[in-house]
């Protein structure tokens, strides 16, 4: 079974051709910054036979160019991984939300309907997959389309870590508790880390310009760090993460509009508004070395977050195996590893030193005495959408 996996973004496209269940990666593509004029890029790459192209500075004007260009690699004679994109047999959307579907569904019109209903929670996310699913149904009408929600792999964790202390009629008739998300991401780390060995109970550390902290006993997700949208949890690159909702109500009185506050801190809060440098964990690393005292605390004050995190679930899971780092964060800021493990002493994490900084560490870089394995997975949603899409019964 080939399966395409399609990970949608505001202004991206990135795509992974898999056979199925052989998890068999044949080829890959990636497209930013989609609706620019002319600084467009385009990089895709054929996995079976190694030959890679890029076009840069050119005008992708939407998504349905950036998708035909991709179908069109897909057959050309020099690149080209099938004869017909009618070999592709179905198609997996690494999808956010939707209203009433937590967990892997057929692309139906009620699902989408759904998405469409939590708009308003997830604007910028679900805008992006209406309008790419909606290309794909025109474009591959007869291929059927999966969504694998990232709320899929967290409808496992307890009633009682979901509800808010809300009235419970919100609860009922709005949905309000915490939806959780990254599950791609966290689901595939709570296969993965098998591997390792101890991975009875996992704390998976997914660190991005979005980030989360999921707790994982036995494969399957328990708590997570997200809750009702994706504004919350931990600081994020721009999003301000928790916050107290009482603020935005002294916000408003303080006349601030609906339509500032929400910039603020959807746009222009996390790492970028407590710096005012930026919202790259390497620029705000640099500055604080300079002594920008704000990029600093931007700085502590997000290991902060995941120390408290790792803390809580630590609680939650009597105990801790594994401890997971992934996301581009994740994988390649040595200094936050650092940061967050040496506060975790008191938990059994050790590093080792010299795994923890070496140039592209995979796999186990605690010390051979630590109590709780510390590894590094890299990220692979992508696969993780096509398994989930693969063993979707139709």
């Known amino acids: 079974m080939k399966v395409l996996a399609a990970n949608v973004g505001s202004t991206s496209l990135k795509f992974k051709l898999f056979e199925m269940p052989e998890e068999t990666a044949l080829c890959e593509a990636k497209i930013e910054r989609v609706g620019s004029r002319d600084k467009a890029i385009f990089a895709y790459g054929s996995l079976v036979t190694g030959k890679h192209y890029r076009l840069e500075g050119q005008c992708i004007p939407d998504y349905t160019t950036g998708i035909r260009m991709f179908l069109d690699a897909l057959v050309s004679g020099e690149y080209g991984v099938i004869k017909s994109v009618g070999e592709i047999d179905r198609i997996g959307f690494k999808t956010v939300l939707s209203k009433g579907f937590y967990g892997v569904h057929e692309l139906t019109d009620a699902v989408m309907e ?92 997914h660190l991005g310009g979005s980030c989360s902290v999921c707790a994982i006993q036995d494969s399957r997700s328990v708590d997570t760090s997200f809750g009702f949208s994706l504004q919350s949890g931990l600081i994020h690159a721009n999003r301000t993460g928790d916050a107290d909702p009482y603020m935005i109500l002294f916000l408003q009185s303080e006349g601030l509009s609906a339509e500032e506050i929400e910039d603020g801190l959807s746009k222009h809060g996390g790492l970028l508004g407590i710096s005012g440098v930026s919202n790259d964990m390497r620029d705000l690393q640099r500055a604080a070395e300079s002594g920008n005292e704000r990029a600093r605390l931007a700085v502590d004050a997000f290991v902060s977050g995941i120390i408290k995190q790792v803390g809580a679930f630590y609680a939650e899971l009597g105990g801790l195996d594994q401890l997971v780092f992934t996301g581009g964060i994740g994988e390649h800021s040595a200094f936050v590893r650092n940061a967050v493990c040496s506060q975790l002493r008191h938990l059994g994490i050790e590093l080792d030193e010299e795994k923890n900084s070496s140039s592209a560490p995979v796999g186990v870089i605690s010390a051979a005495g630590s109590e709780a394995l510390v590894t590094v997975i890299p990220a692979n949603e992508e696969l993780g959408v096509a398994r989930e899409t693969a063993a979707y019964e139709l």
């Open 114 to 205: 759904g998405m469409r209903d939590y708009l308003f929670i997830a604007p910028v996310h679900n805008a992006a997959y209406l309008e790419a699913i909606g290309q794909f149904d025109s474009l591959l009408p007869d291929v059927p389309k999966i969504g694998v929600f990232e709320t899929a792999f967290h409808t496992t964790i307890p009633t009682e870590r979901r509800i808010y202390g809300v009235p419970y009629e919100w609860y009922e008739k709005y949905g309000l508790m915490r939806m959780g998300y990254h599950g791609a991401s966290h689901g595939y780390i709570a296969q993965e880390s098998r591997a390792y060995g101890k991975a009875g109970r996992v704390i998976s550390c």
